[in-house]
Structure formats: C-alpha cells, structure tokens
C-alpha cells in the first residue's frame, strides 16, 4: 500500500531422505528483525495475472496458504477503481486459529461490500479434511453462473497438489453444471485459460 511493500512468506520446511531441511530464502527472511533489517529483491512480474480491464467483470480469487497473498492488492485495487464487479475469495489453510492470514481485512472487505462471497476450508479443523477444491464443487452450481457471466477466475500457490485438484474441480463443476461430458468440459476451461479468462500463479 503506498509505498510500502508487502510480503507473505511461510517458513519452508520440509523432510528429505529422513532429514529436515529448510529453506534457504524463506528462514533468512523470518530472521530478519528490527527496522535496519534489509533485505535485496529482484522483482519477476507476472504480466498474466492482472485483474480484468473492465471492472465490471466479477472475479474468483482461489488462494490457500500464502497464495491469498495478491489478492489483497487485487481488492485495493478495485476499491479504488470503484469495480462493480462481485468479488469471491476462496481460501484454505490447516488451521484457522493459526493460519486464517488477513483474517481481518477479509472481515472488514465483507463488511464494507466489497467482497460479495468468502469461501473457507481449514483442512486440519475437521474430518473428513476438506480443501479449497471441495468448497468450489459445494459452490459448483454459483460458481459455474459467475463463469458463465463473463468471471474470471485466479488461483495462486502450491503447483504440485493445489494447483492440479482445483483444475480437476473446475471440470467437474463445469461437466456437471454445464451438461457436459469430460471432453467438453476440458475444452470449457481450456477456453477460458485461451481468453486469459482463467489466470494461474503457481510456485
């Protein structure tokens, strides 16, 4: 905001062959404290994953873990350009004492209208486990009228897991809601990745 910049950053930390290992930029950064801390970044733009050019296009803002993060500039950004779009926030944790990041902005972004929809899964809170892929095939039928509607739809974060379940919901929901087999239902999201309609910012 302003001229400040912010970052997300989860500790990585991980086993490998039986040994526990971390990683490298993220502990650096969880160690930095006081004010004359300092750090050297290098920017990668992503130029794909900008919100629509007409504000009155409604969007779907799919981001567990730290990728909730841009969608926090996502929010300013149509706050300020007065969007009539709606907007849905899809988020997912393994905690929500813990791990419900910018819990208060969402509140305050709900309250104040701007977020018309918030979606949460907190995987570790409840049996069975539930994740952001099973809160958009409960939304399926919402979810495929916000598509249909002109939406566009984001997801930032994991690459390996995440990333792969919620395209596999996105079939399912468009195949079930949409009357549509495997096939055409494929075709349905490719459509909207070629019309930059479905935008992905994976790591």
């Not at 873990?65 to 849905?88: I, K």
Request: proline share 4%; aromatic share 10%; net charge negative.
């Amino acid at each position: 905001m302003g001229e400040e910049a912010h970052l997300t950053v989860a500790v990585v930390d991980y086993e490998h062959d039986g040994e526990r290992r971390l990683g490298a930029a993220s502990t650096h950064l969880a160690a930095l404290t006081g004010d004359d801390a300092k750090v050297r970044v290098f920017i990668e733009p992503n130029e794909r994953f900008r919100l629509p050019p007409d504000p009155s296009r409604d969007v779907i803002m799919i981001g567990p873990g730290t990728g909730v993060a841009p969608y926090r500039g996502f929010l300013q950004q149509r706050e300020a350009q007065d969007a009539t779009g709606r907007n849905w926030l899809v988020f997912g944790a393994r905690h929500f004492d813990s791990e419900f990041l910018y819990q208060v902005e969402w509140q305050d972004a709900a309250r104040k209208g701007l977020l018309q929809r918030v979606d949460l899964a907190f995987s570790r809170d409840r049996t069975p486990r539930t994740y952001v892929q099973d809160r958009l095939r409960e939304a399926g039928a919402e979810l495929f009228a916000w598509l249909e509607g002109g939406a566009y739809l984001y997801v930032c974060g994991d690459s390996e897991h995440m990333a792969p379940d919620v395209h596999a919901a996105l079939v399912d929901v468009v195949a079930r809601h949409g009357g549509l087999d495997r096939d055409a239902a494929e075709a349905y999201v490719r459509r909207l990745a070629d019309d930059r309609r479905y935008l992905r910012d994976v790591y």
